[in-house]
C-alpha cells in the first residue's frame, strides 16, 4: 500500500485557522486586533486559558504560555494526534471546515 504524494501547494490547501481550531480548543475566545484569540491549552490540564493562537495567520501559529511550546497548525496537530509530520500533514488536507 502506497500513500498518495503530498501536494506540492500543501501549504496553500490547510484548512482555515479558525475552523481548524474552533472544535479543539476548548472556550476559544474571539480573536483580538492583532488575530490572536486564546483558549484552553489541549496539551497541560488548563484552567485558565493560556493557549494562545493566531487566527489570521494561514499557518496557524500557536503557542502556550504555560511552557508546553509554540508551532504551526501541522506541529499542533501531529502533537494532538502522534502523527509523524507527512501523516498530519495528509489529514489536515482532508479535514472540512
Ligand atoms: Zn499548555
Known amino acids: 500500500m502506497s500513500l498518495p504524494r503530498i501536494p506540492d ?7 482555515d485557522p479558525a475552523g481548524y481550531y474552533s ?3 476548548a472556550r476559544l475566545g474571539l480573536p483580538n ?5 486564546v483558549g484552553l491549552c489541549p496539551f497541560h490540564d488548563d484552567h485558565n486559558p493560556s493557549f494562545g493562537v493566531k487566527l489570521t495567520s494561514a499557518r496557524g ?3 502556550c504560555y504555560a511552557g508546553c511550546g509554540k508551532g504551526d497548525m501541522v ?3 501531529q502533537r494532538l494526534t502522534g502523527l509523524d509530520f507527512r501523516s ?3 489529514e489536515l ?3 472540512r471546515r
Not at 9 to 15: K, V
Not at 33 to 37: D, E, F, N, R
Request: proline share 7%; glycine share 8%; net charge positive.
Open 9 to 15: 501547494s500543501w501549504r496553500d490547501r490547510l484548512p
Open 23 to 25: 472544535p479543539r480548543i
Open 33 to 37: 486586533g492583532s488575530g490572536y484569540a
Open 61 to 63: 501559529h500557536w503557542c
Open 75 to 77: 506541529t499542533f496537530h
Open 88 to 90: 498530519a500533514v495528509r
Open 93 to 95: 488536507l482532508e479535514v
